[in-house]
Structure formats: structure tokens, C-alpha cells
């Protein structure tokens, strides 16, 4: 065997090793460049995000069971209690009809709730109407009755727990004297003190959280107790107090809930719950393939985020439409400078600043933008002729003749819808890679993505499934990464904010650090503050906190999306290589050579005559001798 065929046989068994490639994914996602870049879009995102919901008006925000949220097992957990859980439980039989009825009945239930609530509170009983909950004004006084009311809540519960700690020693001191069983005595007075740190732990929880006001179980009562020493006047006057600091706690508590159902109320922005619904099926999605290999609930979570984009589409549509012009355009800059950025590294391991990167895709703003959307336009165009078609077949009598000739036409133009369609979903992945790569325009970025998902695609759905598998396992990695960064810093920052406790305030009573910052979960990396307990300084640096917080959680985000976008290029390089043979060094580079700057030769007309006279000297010196062997050859010639 020559060694041209030993070569070509190696370079055909590498070729079928080529998606081990694949696994360069996470040493490109997690440059430093490519995360800023990726952060930058998910910021840019979500702030246009929050935006449009807040110029949503109040009767279009998505409603949410107060019911059903009161019943979670976690504190105020939306999840599963929207329209939008309703529409994916139901879909596709719920009907726009029904599922407005449904939020009628949702919002009709939530007000007859919200004014039991209120009566229940003599303050707050002149709020109970259906004019003050949606104007808002049961909100905002119920706001200010909570914010008064906390702080002393609070404090009584710090005076009444520390009264009976020292009750129960001074009961521990008494038996002693009285008791063999000193052991026994100590382990009853201690099952007494946990039982009563539990109940002071209840009541604050109810009172910051607002949750479990009905399961308190009269704890209040419990730990308000008048001392029994006590007779006559003295002892009346210590039963008038302690139900007064009973009712100003129950009432606290209950302010807390109406406040929290008061906001829930309201109604929830549509791009949050998107975004949450969005986000959770996600992260479950990748548990179900990672971890439990579950590929049944897999699929079921593929159909839910399928049927959460109808929702949008179908109820709020001006919206959708809104959400996805501001999502192309994000993408459009961001994806095209991620997808240059991971194609110069992956082909000739050059990395380009994000300035550069932002340029060339801001260069091809236009392609990048169109590509989505002209099969999304063709299919409307097709679909409209059809359409076109249909209203011939209405006209009577003729209607019904015309129709059957028509058929062929319609079925042919649903084929070519299909057809497209399919492409769109398959091969919008490369459609970005292919602009980043080749420096074409969006209809070469569609011919591509079209060809190569019709002609390998078990290869493209091999690479699609380890890349999300791969994906799925970093992308945990990362999470439980940032977990363990924030979760470090707030206990060390914990035990010395919380080191002196000696006054007895909100803050206090939890601790200063969790009020301003609670403590990340695993699977909540930002659990939500409770801004309305915190006062003007600890407003200030839970803000500040928030911040950085979220710039953490934004990260998690950005690796996600550079990830994504690094391994859509990778998997477009490797697709040309085995359709187009092309090579996988081959990148286009003009637009980054572009700009450099080049020596400027001057033409004849610009010379001088001193120029003229250097370029003569110059010649001049150029001229060799001819060699001395050459010339006694031609002389002994002659």
C-alpha cells in the first residue's frame, strides 16, 4: 500500500471522528469576550423585556390564582397558577372564548378573597370593595398600615420571647431545688424552648412573608401568656396588654397577606411569565435528560414550551409581535458576534475582541435579521394564495367546480408551506453560523441551512442531541458554580453583618444580610426581597446587592447563550465539511483585514523630481555585474 492511500485511509477515519470537536463547546463558551458579549444581550433582553410590561395595561397582564398560590408548598410561588399554566393544561382545547372566561372567573374569585381578607382587619375594613382593589388604593394604604404596624410587631415578639425564655428558666431554677432527675428536668425545659423558638419563628415568617396566616395555630397566644403571679388590677392590666399585642400581631400578619395578594392581584407582566414558564421547563428539560433519563416527561416539557409560544401568539399578539422584533434585533447583534467570534477560534484559533465581533455583525445587521424571517414571509405568501383559492371555492355554484381544480395547486403550495417550515425549525440553528462564516447575505444563510439539514439530517440531529446533552451537563456545572460562589459569600458576609444583635429591629430579627439578601437556592440563585420591611439605608444596599447578585445570575444566562451559539458554529463547520468537502480552516477573514492600515504607493502624476531622481539611483544600484564564469564562456564561444 503507497502512502498516499495509508494517508487518505487515516484521513477517513478521522472523518468519521469528527464530533469530538463538539467538546470544545465549553472552553469557547466561557471566554471572557464571548460572555460579555452574551451578558450584554441577555441584559439588553430583559430590560426591553420589563419594559413592555410595564406599558402593558392592567387588563391584559397575565392573571394568577390567589388560591392556588396560597396552597404551594413554597412561599408565593407562581408557577403553575397563571392563564398561561391554564392554556398548556388545557391546549389545544381552550378556545380564546375560554380562556377569557376563565380569567373572569380567576379575577372574580381573587376580589371576593381580597375583601374577606380586608374585613378581616378593623383598619382595613373600609378598603373592602371592588372600587379600592382595582384602582389601587386598598394597595397602597394597606402598604402603609403594614409598614407601621411591622416594626412593633416585631419588637413584641422579641420582648415576649425573651419573657418567657427567662419564665421557663426561672421554672427550671424552682424544680431543681425540688428534683432527683436533673436530666429529665433539663431535657423537658429544652423540648419547651425549641417548641418556643418554633412558634417565634412562625409569627416572623407570617409577618415578613405574609404566607400561613391560617396555620399559625395560635401560636400568638401561646407566647403572649400572663404571668400567673400575677392578681387584681395588675393582672387585668397585663391581660389587656397581652391581647393587644396579640391583635397587633395577627393583624400585622394579616396586613402582610393582603399586601402580597394585593400585588398578585394586579396581575403579572407577560414577557416575566414567559420568561419564568420559559426558563423552568428548560432546567427541567435538561434534569429529565441528565439526570433521570426520563425522555417521556422530556418530550412533554418539549410540548409545553411549544404550546407557551401559542399562548403568546394566540392571546397576546401585538405583544408577541413586539417581543420578537426586539428578540431578532438582540440576537441578531449579539448571535452574529458570537457566531464570528467561536467560527475565527474554531477554524484558526484566532480570537477577536468583542468591539470587532459587535462590528461585523452590526456589518450584517440586515442579513442577520432577514434570515429568520423570509421563510416565515414565503410561507405567508403561499398560505395567502391558498387562501385566495379558498374564497373562489365560496362563490356559489361555480365555487364547487372550481375548488377540485384548485386542489392540486392548494396541495402543491401546502407542500412547499411544509417543506419550509421544516427547514425553518431544523435549520435556523445554521442559519447564523453560515453569515458569521462565509461573509454571505441571509439567502445564502437559508440555502445552506435548508441543503444540509436535507441532506445529512440524522448527522445534524447526532450533533443536536450530544450537544445538548454536553450542553446540559456545563451548563449544571456553571449553575452549581455560581451556587457555591454566592452561597459562600453570604455566610462569611452573614456572620459579620449579623454579629452584633443587640438592637431589636426588622432586620434583626433575621438577620441584617438575609433581609437585604436572602439566601440563594439552588434552584432559585435570587430569591425575591421583601422591600416593603426594609427602611431607606437597607433599601439602598439591598438594591446594590441586587445588582450584583443578578449580574452573577446573568452570567449562568450568558454561558447558556454563548454555549448555544458556539456549538450552532461548530456544528455548521462540521456539516460543510461532509456535504461541501470544504475544509474547516476555511473561514472568511476580509472584513477583519479590512481595516488595517496600507502603505500608499504614489502614482506617476504624484511624483516629484527628487522622487523620480531616487527611484533612478535606486535602479542604478540594483544592476548586478553579470557573472564573471558567464562571460569566459561566451568569449570562448566567440
Known sequence: MSEQEVKTNQDQWWSHLLFLRLFQGFRMAVQPGKLSVAL????????????????????????????????????????GCSDLDAYVEAAPQLARDDLEAYRRTVREQNQARLIRLLEMDLDMKDLANVADIEDGDAKSKVKQYYKENLPQAMEVIAQRYDQRVEALDAEYEKRLENTADKAKLRSE???????????????????????????????????????????????QEAQEKADRDARLIMDTAV?????????????RGIFATFADFKMTQLQGLI??????????????????????????????????LLLMVVGLSVWAVVGGALCRMAALQFAREERIGPWRALQFSMGKFASFFSAPLIPIGIIIFIGLFVFLGGLAGAVPYIGEIAAPLLMGLALFGGFVMALIAIGLIGGMGLMYPTIAVEGSDSFDA??????????????????????????????????????????????????????????????????KLDAIWPAPMLANLQPSVNWVTLNGTE???????????????????AFAVSFCFSMQTVIYCLLRKHVDSTDLEDVYVEEDVEGLPQESQPTPEDKTPDDEAADAEAGEKDETPPDQDETDNLEKDE
Open 40 to 79: 450584554l444581550g441577555v441584559v439588553v433582553l430583559f430590560l426591553c423585556g420589563w419594559i413592555l410590561d410595564a406599558l402593558t395595561p392592567g387588563s391584559y397582564r397575565v392573571i394568577c390564582d390567589i388560591e392556588a398560590v396560597v396552597n404551594q408548598a413554597k412561599p408565593w410561588d407562581v408557577s
Open 189 to 235: 425545659i429544652d423540648r419547651d424552648l425549641a417548641q418556643l423558638k418554633v412558634m417565634r419563628d412562625a409569627l416572623i415568617k407570617a409577618l415578613l412573608s405574609g404566607q400561613a396566616t391560617d396555620a399559625l395555630g395560635g401560636f400568638d397566644k401561646a407566647l403572649i401568656v400572663v404571668p400567673s403571679d400575677l392578681e387584681g388590677k395588675d393582672r
Open 255 to 267: 396586613q402582610a397577606f393582603a399586601y402580597r395578594a394585593l400585588d398578585l392581584a394586579e396581575g
Open 287 to 320: 434534569g429529565d435528560v441528565v439526570w433521570r433519563h426520563d425522555c417521556q416527561m422530556a418530550k412533554s416539557r418539549l410540548y409545553q414550551l411549544a404550546l407557551g409560544a401559542c399562548w403568546l401568539s394566540r392571546f397576546h399578539p401585538v405583544f408577541a
Open 446 to 511: 437559508i440555502s445552506r441551512a435548508f441543503s444540509y439539514l436535507f441532506a445529512r439530517p440524522w448527522r445534524l440531529g447526532f450533533y443536536g442531541v450530544v450537544s445538548f446533552v454536553y450542553g446540559g451537563i456545563c451548563y449544571l456545572f456553571v449553575r452549581l458554580f455560581a451556587f457555591l460562589l454566592l452561597l459562600a459569600v453570604h455566610v462569611a458576609a452573614g456572620i459579620g453583618m449579623n454579629w452584633d444583635d443587640s438592637a431589636v429591629t426588622v432586620s434583626d430579627m433575621r438577620g
Open 539 to 557: 433599601t439602598l444596599g439591598a438594591f446594590f446587592i441586587w445588582i450584583w447578585v443578578s449580574l452573577v445570575v446573568g452570567l449562568v444566562l
